[in-house]
């Protein structure tokens, strides 16, 4: 159900632009915030789901207790040590060996069956908000107005929901385990150094605290590029999305040249925020390891110090030699955490920039509903401008529509036929004026309804992947196959259908190769199919033949009797016989009346009537 083309997709509306779920899980109907940096997207991350709260809070209990007792091993292995040093003159003690070394195995193995319970929960965790933000965007889809769809690219939206949405479930299942476990090593190893030795301790701690300067610099230099480089990511993905969808065109036109050029310019840009992130943030690693070995040398010369001194026993140096690693590590795993968690904020922002985009107006609290419908519509002094420009469309549109009545509303392109059915399908939202359905303003009731009381075959063909069956009966319930067959034979497209190698179980797909024509056939019964109480029909048999037009346009006769109809036409020819034309410019009729009537004014009707037939001869 996921349709970002509807307004140039026919379909057989079974939407939720009207009342769309809004449950109380993850996300719906939360107040919108706009993430503004590193530690707001990530708190907005962590608070996403709050029913996976607890099995977190399990996986940094997990995470916190193998920490611990990995922390406790260099303690009892200076024990050994010590034990078995001060046995080289009067004999080790080995039951006291055993009983320790029986205890480290016990410790570590604990902590690598915890660590591995931990990775298990943070993966099932991880895995469901990925899953919660796809169905959250899914539905965010169908409750976004479809003004958001002419300013934002199809290729960036499939972005979001594919690239931006797998970052943050891959960053998440790497990065919070692993920046728990280490900042726990790290304060943990803190208090284990502390509590052998102070002056080893804060020659550890001196060493290291000139890589934690570094990393916070690195950090803050390189989110910048984490976010250019999804940026950047999401605009490839609609170039390219844009290309492959119109590779016919671009091939006709010769366009491959320019086409490479502007794939090749924003792979650049692409290019150099990834290598500017990455270059920055690989910095990091081998940064704390340099950090990490000084440490490992500085303690070692002072242990050694105080070890000749008679100060501390070998046992003490031991113990330090694992701690200094113990406390260096963490610093490195906090670095490759941190960039991580830089990748999966950057994603978040644009997800989250999606989620919390301006929604339509929630219909609730609508009660208007037409009930028996007669097909009567009303357009009084419609007044219309697409959101964000000044310019007025539909300028001061007013028509009494009878029930019954075959409509055609015609004139040059830009003259707003299109935008008018829009209008009528609540697709966009009247600036000004009022139109009714039966009486009932179209603005009381929910979009929903407005919707199921139209049929809507559009010039652009919409076809998904699944069965022919599937594509004709859509989203009508109880459609028999002899309805189904019937439609077809009355748009001529049954024969063609039985040709296929399955015939109405045929799976649409890439391997069939269906015409512009036939997908149009197709449509048209899907209308048909629906049975609706009104018809709208834009430009609906321009990609058919004349000898199936003339079939398809007996079927449509049948189709439209006893139904209000409304038919955008640039075949002047095909709308002859409309009970009332409606002529069109620039957002306001000029001219109505019937065809004959309109001929015998000789006016802006008459001109392009007659032009299509200077034209033609």
């Not at 039985?498 to 048209?524: A, E, F, R």
Request: hydrophobic share 40%.
């Amino acid at each position: 159900e996921i349709m970002p083309s509807l307004v140039g997709s026919e379909m057989c509306i079974r939407d939720r632009y009207n009342n769309p779920p809004r449950r109380g899980g993850h996300g719906a109907g939360r107040p919108v915030e706009k993430s503004k940096d590193f530690k707001g997207t990530w708190i907005k991350i962590l608070k996403y789901n709050k029913k996976l709260s607890y099995a977190m809070l399990c996986a940094v209990i997990f995470s916190v207790a193998a920490t611990i007792f990995t922390l406790i091993g260099p303690d009892k292995l200076k024990d050994l040590t010590n034990t078995i040093t001060a046995g080289f003159m009067t004999g080790v003690d080995m039951d006291k060996v055993f009983n320790i070394g029986i205890t480290l195995v016990i410790l570590y193995a604990s902590g690598t069956v915890l660590s591995i319970l931990q990775g298990q929960i943070m993966a099932v965790v991880t895995q469901k908000i990925s899953k919660n933000l796809r169905n959250e965007i899914s539905e965010k889809i169908n409750r976004l107005p479809m003004w958001y769809y002419n300013t934002t690219s199809t290729g960036d939206i499939l972005s979001r929901v594919t690239n931006d949405v797998d970052m943050i479930g891959q960053s998440l299942n790497m990065s919070v385990g692993m920046l728990i476990s280490s900042v726990t090593l790290l304060l943990g190893s803190v208090f284990m150094m502390f509590k052998t030795n102070v002056l080893m301790t804060v020659t550890a701690i001196l060493s290291s605290l000139f890589g934690f300067a570094i990393m916070m610099i690195i950090m803050g230099k390189s989110q910048k590029y984490f976010k250019r480089q999804q940026k950047h990511l999401g605009e490839i993905n609609g170039q390219i999305e844009e290309i492959y969808t119109g590779h016919t065109v671009v091939k006709a036109y010769n366009g491959e040249e320019k086409a490479a050029e502007e794939f090749n310019r924003m792979n650049e840009n692409l290019r150099d925020s990834a290598f500017k992130a990455q270059c920055l943030s690989g910095l990091m690693m081998p940064i704390m390891n340099f950090i990490g070995n000084f440490g490992y040398v500085a303690v070692c010369i002072v242990g050694a110090v105080l070890a000749m001194n008679g100060k501390i026993s070998f046992g003490v140096i031991v113990a330090f030699m694992i701690y200094i690693r113990l406390f260096t590590q963490p610093l490195s795993q906090i670095a490759q955490a941190m960039q991580s968690m830089q990748s999966a904020a950057a994603a978040a922002e644009r997800v989250f920039e999606f989620v919390e985009a301006e929604e339509m107006e929630n219909e609730d609290d609508k009660t208007g509903k037409v009930e028996n419908v007669k097909g009567y519509v009303d357009f009084e002094h419609v007044k219309f401008g697409y959101k964000g420009s000044d310019k007025i469309v539909i300028k001061d549109f007013s028509v009494n529509v009878k029930p019954g009545q075959k409509i055609a509303i015609v004139g040059p392109t830009g003259a707003g036929k299109t935008t008018l059915v829009n209008l009528l399908m609540r697709f966009h939202e009247i600036n000004d004026g009022v139109i009714r359905i039966d009486g009932v303003p179209t603005k009381d009731m929910k979009r929903e309804d407005v919707h199921s009381l139209f049929c809507m075959v559009l010039q652009d063909t919409w076809i998904f992947e699944g069965t022919v069956r599937e594509n004709l009966v859509y989203c009508t319930e109880g459609v028999s196959d002899e309805k189904v067959k019937e439609a077809c034979r009355a748009v001529g497209l049954d024969h063609f259908i039985k040709t296929l190698s399955h015939g109405y179980d045929t799976i649409l797909n890439d391997q069939v190769n269906l015409s512009q024509g036939q997908k149009q056939q197709l449509t048209i019964a899907r209308a048909m199919i629906a049975d609706k109480p009104m018809l709208i029909l834009d430009e609906a048999t321009s990609s058919v033949d004349t000898r199936t037009e003339l079939q398809i346009q007996d079927a449509m006769d049948k189709l439209m009797a006893d139904r209000t109809s409304f038919v955008i036409a640039h075949r002047l020819s095909t709308i002859k016989n409309a009970d009332l034309i409606l002529v069109m410019k620039d957002g306001d009729i000029i001219e109505k009346g019937t065809h004959e009537e309109l001929l015998a004014r000789k006016g802006f009707y008459a001109d392009l009537y007659n032009s299509q037939f200077e034209q033609a001869s």
